[in-house]
């Protein structure tokens, strides 16, 4: 009985969400429920049913697993250790993976902006040639030059964040739902934009960042019909330069907030340096990216106006990664990173997110049922 009762109030649960939120098509229909606490007039919808989300990184199970003997490549992308973000984010992985797992050593390298596809089989074949095995390249833009390396040293094992296209035995892709994460960056825009009008700051127009793009988009107009949204990128697809430029970000974010954005998204890895600047210059608030940007050491000038940040849970997915490694069992590692697995979600530092925890875990809850899908295309 207490079964069948449960299950009966999780449909009921389900039904009012699908009702209000439409949720595929990201737009939002129902108009009678004010905001919670911490929202605007802005909001429309009606909160979702809150629920417990779940569970932890899926090779983070197990008992005590020896690293010891691993010698780890770590190949970033541009920015390096230090951009407050992505790569961030694979560095706290490894630096895990040495307190946790007992890994001794881990060479570090990073590409440069303008280097040529040459630079980074190069990075790549020196680590293999030292012995480093795992190796992990940190980003889609290393594709090329994992599948050419990988290739010649069939008994090194490689990881590629962001990139699924290399079918070597040897090679991990190591993807993320970024779009549900988006999604409830979206939310949180939404529920605390003064104004009814927020931004979204892409660094490159590449189908990764899109991702990220389309879930702010669904995400905020899930629970505004009203919603303004700026949405621009600082370079177009192939110029890398968007994610080290935090002048350009600066200046993009500048052109948002004078147009009426109070809220602004970015995706663009060390260039959202230049975006919090901008937020706190006008007046407006910050989403970051990737890490929880609120507790990096670069962006500590800004951190009064992040109101929250995108987790994108690279440091889960790299540990993971060297840990399965050291267990000898790749297959324990999930297709891809999402919400259900934390892969991706959302940071509470600062407590600025705190009123409106409970609308965002019901999105979360709802987006890990299946209740909610989250488009990785923008609907514009």
Do not use: W
């Not at 009921?12 to 606490?37: E, F, R």
């Amino acid at each position: 009985m207490r079964g069948t009762a449960l299950a009966a109030a999780a449909m009921a649960g389900v039904l009012v969400l699908a009702g209000c939120a439409k949720d595929s098509s990201g737009g939002s229909s129902n108009n009678s429920a004010a905001p919670s606490s911490g929202g605007s007039d802005c909001v429309t919808a009606q909160k979702p049913p809150a629920a417990p989300a779940a569970s932890s990184s899926t090779a983070a199970a197990g008992g005590k697993v020896d690293g010891s003997k691993l010698k780890v490549g770590l190949a970033f992308d541009v920015g390096g250790r230090g951009d407050a973000s992505f790569n961030d984010a694979a560095a706290a992985g490894t630096d895990k993976a040495k307190s946790d797992l007992g890994v001794t050593t881990v060479s570090e390298s990073t590409a440069s902006a303008s280097e040529a596809e040459s630079a980074k089989q190069q990075r790549l074949d020196q680590m293999a040639s030292q012995g480093l095995n795992p190796i992990v390249a940190v980003g889609f833009a290393y594709a090329p030059a994992v599948k050419a390396i990988a290739a010649k040293y069939p008994n090194t094992k490689f990881a590629i964040v962001d990139d699924d296209s290399i079918t070597l035995p040897n090679v991990t892709p190591l993807v993320f739902a970024e779009e549900q994460g988006s999604f409830l960056a979206g939310v949180a825009a939404a529920y605390k934009s003064k104004s009814c009008h927020v931004g979204f700051i892409g660094g490159v127009n590449t189908p990764l960042i899109q991702k990220f793009e389309a879930g702010f988009l669904q995400g905020a107009k899930t629970v505004s019909s009203k919603i303004k949204i700026e949405d621009e990128y600082l370079t177009p697809a192939g110029d890398f330069s968007g994610f080290q430029d935090p002048p350009k970000g600066n200046a993009k974010a500048a052109a948002e907030i004078a147009k009426g954005a109070d809220v602004i998204y970015h995706a663009a890895g060390a260039s959202g340096k230049g975006v919090f600047d901008a937020a706190k210059a006008g007046n407006a608030l910050a989403i970051g990216v990737d890490s929880d940007q609120y507790n990096q050491k670069t962006v500590a000038a800004d951190k009064d106006v992040i109101i929250t940040s995108m987790l994108k849970r690279v440091d889960v997915a790299v540990f993971d990664y060297i840990q399965a490694v050291a267990k000898g069992d790749l297959t324990v590692l999930p297709k891809r990173f999402d919400l259900k697995v934390d892969g991706v979600g959302y940071a509470t530092s600062g407590g600025k997110v705190d009123d409106i925890k409970d609308v965002l875990e019901g999105y979360k809850a709802q987006i890990i049922s299946g209740a909610v899908t989250v488009s990785d295309k923008p609907q514009k």
